[in-house]
């Protein structure tokens, strides 16, 4: 009992932090990017940043346990990327970002993407002042793992499956991800792509800028 109150009460702080998150940051786009580890959120942020660098200002706060490989490789292709290592810990919570924010130039940003700790279990339960959550599944992981891991599912606005280019190597079934994500959470879009060959890159792209216009529309009129 004393420990559910307690998490209970952790929740509610990180609620209250990402409610400040949201109030500072009025007219950019807050994307929360889940997944397990190694499913290609940093390579998507890094195609991402390269095929709208003309049309997006982007930037990348991106947590790891330990390392600041990932907001390396952003750097090197030009994105504007600070990492926040948890120290171990297996998800961002909001503090984290609301503290990272003060260290991050975000003068004319249009989309601040978060790319959380590679894990389908805990990042579900933080809310980090997000617009969208979007989980990527690798063609790789398996066609289980809607119905495996649901609250991630369910509390996401958009599933990209990723590396779409294995498909034809792996038993993995696009339409069975769909069904079960949709069974879990009926609302759920989903895109299909490879950030190698770039096949369906075109429609996320159009979804983030779709995304980001409405919400500078939305600022604009508040
Ligand atoms: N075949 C294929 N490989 C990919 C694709 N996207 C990423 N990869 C590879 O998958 C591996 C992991 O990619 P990352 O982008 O580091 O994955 P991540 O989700 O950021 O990993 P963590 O931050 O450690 O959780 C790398 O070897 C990538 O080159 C893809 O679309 N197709
Ligand atoms: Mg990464």
Request: net charge negative.
């Given at each position: 009992?004393?420990?559910?109150?307690?998490?209970?009460?952790?929740?509610?702080?990180?609620?209250?932090?990402?409610?400040?998150?949201?109030?500072?940051?009025p007219d950019v786009l807050v994307i929360n990017v889940c997944s397990s580890p190694g499913s290609g959120k940093t390579t998507l942020m890094q195609e991402t940043g390269?095929?709208?660098?003309?049309?997006?200002?982007m930037a990348v706060l991106v947590g790891d346990?330990?390392?600041?490989r990932d907001a390396i490789r952003?750097?090197?292709v030009g994105i504007n990327a600070l990492q926040i290592v948890t120290g171990g810990m297996c998800h961002i919570e909001a503090q984290m970002i609301y503290q990272a924010l003060d260290h991050i130039d975000l003068t004319g940003v249009d989309?601040?993407?978060?790319?959380?700790?590679?894990?389908?279990?805990?990042?579900?339960?933080?809310d980090l002042g997000e617009d969208y959550r979007v989980t990527l599944l690798a063609s790789t992981e398996g066609d289980d793992k809607p119905k495996k891991y649901?609250?991630?599912?369910?509390?996401?606005?958009?599933?990209?499956?990723?590396?779409?280019?294995?498909?034809?190597?792996?038993?993995?079934?696009v339409d069975n991800v769909v069904a079960d994500a949709r069974d879990i959470n009926p609302d759920i879009e989903v895109i299909t792509l490879s950030s190698l060959t770039g096949e369906g890159m075109e429609a996320w792209c159009e979804w983030l800028v779709a995304k980001a216009e409405?919400?500078?529309?939305?600022?604009i009129a508040a």
């Amino acid at each position: 009992m004393q420990c559910e109150n307690t998490t209970l009460s952790l929740l509610k702080v990180n609620d209250f932090v990402a409610k400040a998150i949201r109030d500072r940051l009025p007219d950019v786009l807050v994307i929360n990017v889940c997944s397990s580890p190694g499913s290609g959120k940093t390579t998507l942020m890094q195609e991402t940043g390269k095929r709208l660098q003309n049309r997006l200002n982007m930037a990348v706060l991106v947590g790891d346990p330990e390392t600041e490989r990932d907001a390396i490789r952003m750097r090197e292709v030009g994105i504007n990327a600070l990492q926040i290592v948890t120290g171990g810990m297996c998800h961002i919570e909001a503090q984290m970002i609301y503290q990272a924010l003060d260290h991050i130039d975000l003068t004319g940003v249009d989309v601040l993407f978060i790319e959380n700790v590679g894990n389908l279990v805990c990042p579900a339960a933080f809310d980090l002042g997000e617009d969208y959550r979007v989980t990527l599944l690798a063609s790789t992981e398996g066609d289980d793992k809607p119905k495996k891991y649901p609250r991630m599912f369910l509390t996401s606005e958009l599933m990209v499956v990723s590396k779409a280019d294995l498909l034809p190597y792996v038993p993995f079934k696009v339409d069975n991800v769909v069904a079960d994500a949709r069974d879990i959470n009926p609302d759920i879009e989903v895109i299909t792509l490879s950030s190698l060959t770039g096949e369906g890159m075109e429609a996320w792209c159009e979804w983030l800028v779709a995304k980001a216009e409405t919400k500078r529309r939305v600022a604009i009129a508040a």
